[in-house]
């Protein structure tokens, strides 16, 4: 049973950074292509950036493009969001979800096998 443990979400002001973590157990990370999304109040679940599983492709939305950064390490099981320059817009629980995806296309959320429980981001204007 494969397993993903978020953490490092938290309350900031607008401008700062956070970095969020997300652990996988159960079976190697490198298997899967691994992905963030997230979830505002009374809004439905958002693609925010993918990873492939070698680390080598990696996809952003539109709006995160320039401010945040995805990244994996295989050997710690690790992925991880570098996210810059938040907005209040950006408060929401962010998921990560790792799935046996083949080919290029990392958005579909109905692709991906395992999900974690959540990490909130709060950003106070």
């Known amino acids: 049973q494969v397993q993903l443990v978020e953490s490092g979400g938290g309350l900031v002001q607008a401008g700062d950074s956070l970095r969020l973590s997300c652990e996988v157990s159960g079976r190697t990370s490198s298997s899967y292509a691994m992905a963030w999304f997230r979830r505002a109040a009374g809004k439905g679940r958002e693609f925010v950036a993918a990873i492939s599983r070698n680390g080598i492709s990696t996809d952003y939305a539109d709006s995160m493009k320039g401010r945040f950064a995805i990244s994996r390490d295989n050997a710690k099981n690790t992925l991880y969001l570098q996210m810059n320059g938040l907005k209040s817009e950006d408060t929401a629980a962010y998921y990560c979800?790792?799935?046996?995806?083949?080919?290029?296309?990392?958005?579909?959320?109905?692709?991906?096998?395992?999900w974690g429980q959540g990490t909130q981001v709060t950003v106070s204007s």
């Open positions: 979800a790792a799935g046996a995806i083949y080919t290029t296309y990392f958005r579909r959320s109905s692709d991906y096998n395992y």
